[in-house]
């Protein structure tokens, strides 16, 4: 089993920041993309931000240039850098993560989720 541990969600004001972290534990042989999706109430889910395990990064155009995705592979951790938060913003974000068990064969696993509310 995998599980993937989320932390730095909280209330910020708008313009504020907040920094996600996604670190996985358990037995596994590598950890290959992540993504970090976000969910608002009534909203459907949709993705924020993506990595791969060479570091390519994306973003969804709402984000870009305020989000940065990174990884410290050392850790097993994926962070979610952002800035100039804005009140549409607020969401649950979850990250999730493709995990090789072993060589060729990778599962994916979901966080438990951390919210972020930004308001005045």
């Known amino acids: 089993q995998v599980q993937l541990v989320e932390s730095g969600g909280g209330l910020v004001q708008p313009g504020g920041s907040l920094r996600l972290s996604c670190a996985a534990s358990g037995r596994f042989f590598s950890i290959s993309g992540v993504e970090w999706y976000r969910q608002a109430p009534g909203k459907q889910r949709e993705l924020v931000a993506t990595i791969t395990r060479g570091g390519s990064t994306g973003y969804a155009d709402s984000v870009k240039g305020r989000f940065t995705i990174s990884r410290d592979n050392a850790k097993n951790t994926v962070y979610l850098q952002m800035s100039s938060l804005l009140p549409e913003d607020t969401a649950v974000y979850y990250c999730?993560?493709?995990?090789?068990?072993?060589?060729?064969?990778?599962?994916?696993?979901w966080g438990q989720g951390t919210q972020v509310t930004v308001s005045a």
């Open positions: 999730k993560s493709a995990v090789s068990v072993r060589p060729f064969h990778v599962e994916d696993y």
